[in-house]
């Protein structure tokens, strides 16, 4: 396998065999990620992609049962591409059982609905989405490149295809002055997505990027262990989801948390509140991105 940079992938995509289609992110803009600012986005030559899943192939032999798509939002490529390269990995892995992608609300918009049927049928039925937040206003200044109801028509839309989806909710991106709109508007965009998946991550200001320049001239606070504590309650409090797997036991969070929704919120929503009693966070050293 050839690799470009650092690869990113989600924790739920540890064993799968990673496939860099793309280089870096088409939008690559938000402010609080750095995760491909070294790199200019590109598309990799289809046939160097599909070389790649052939020598996976030798290595690994035929067993491998999940794969996801590299980089930042492979999801941006046509369905030729993409058709071309899910037949491969279909036919140099005889037991793949499913194919992940990151994704973003342009990509999905850009696709039909035959195209996303296709894709399924083709093993791509699970994909990744940043909400980080319902409020558009957090949105607009995090440079997010969506408004949360075009991300919750995106979700809706590629989840009636078939796909199955994780969203991603982003703890403390309000900071402290709109941390309230930011718990309460991404709830609400949640509950209209009701994804199969839902983590929560806690913001983190890496150096270089907006949003420290944002912290650094006071146009950003940064929240406390606790009141990241008391945004995460308000929200769950506000969640009205039907079946959601829901964790916030990312490295980066100060409460480490895991339940089904709606089933769990009570037990959710009682830890925090002995975390927030007892002072009982993470401590700095632990946490990470």
């Not at 990673?18 to 790199?39: E, P």
């Not at 083709?122 to 909400?131: A, S």
Request: with cysteine; proline share 5%.
């Amino acid at each position: 396998m050839r690799y470009e940079g650092n690869i990113f992938r989600p924790p739920s995509e540890a064993r799968s065999l990673l496939v860099q289609a793309t280089v870096g992110c088409s939008h690559n803009r938000c402010a609080f990620c750095a995760m491909y600012r070294d790199k200019r986005f590109r598309v990799r030559p289809l046939e160097e992609v599909l070389e790649d899943v052939r020598s996976a192939r030798r290595h690994y032999g035929p067993g491998l049962r999940r794969a996801f798509i590299c980089d930042g939002n492979a999801l941006v490529l046509p369905n030729r591409y993409l058709v071309s390269l899910l037949e491969e990995l279909a036919g140099s892995f005889p037991e793949l059982q499913r194919v992940g992608v990151y994704a973003n609300a342009r990509d999905i918009a850009g696709k039909t609905v035959p195209e996303l049927d296709e894709l399924v049928r083709h093993r791509l039925t699970m994909f990744y989405l940043g909400l980080e937040s319902g409020s558009d206003r957090v949105l607009a200044r995090m440079d997010k490149g969506a408004t949360a109801d075009e991300m919750v028509s995106a979700v809706n839309k590629a989840q009636a295809a078939g796909m199955k989806s994780s969203v991603i909710y982003l703890l403390g991106l309000g900071g402290r002055q709109d941390w309230r709109e930011h718990a309460l508007a991404s709830a609400q965009a949640v509950s209209a997505m009701n994804p199969n998946y839902l983590s929560a991550l806690t913001v983190t200001v890496v150096p270089g990027t907006p949003l420290a320049a944002m912290l650094e001239s006071g146009e950003f606070e940064l929240p406390s262990p606790e009141e990241f504590a008391l945004e995460l309650k308000l929200f769950l409090e506000n969640l009205a989801v039907r079946a959601t797997v829901f964790r916030s036991n990312h490295a980066s969070n100060y409460v480490p948390l895991a339940g089904r929704l709606p089933r769990d919120r009570d037990r959710l929503v009682a830890e925090l509140e002995s975390a927030i009693a007892h002072h009982r966070f993470k401590p700095e050293y632990l946490r990470g991105l």
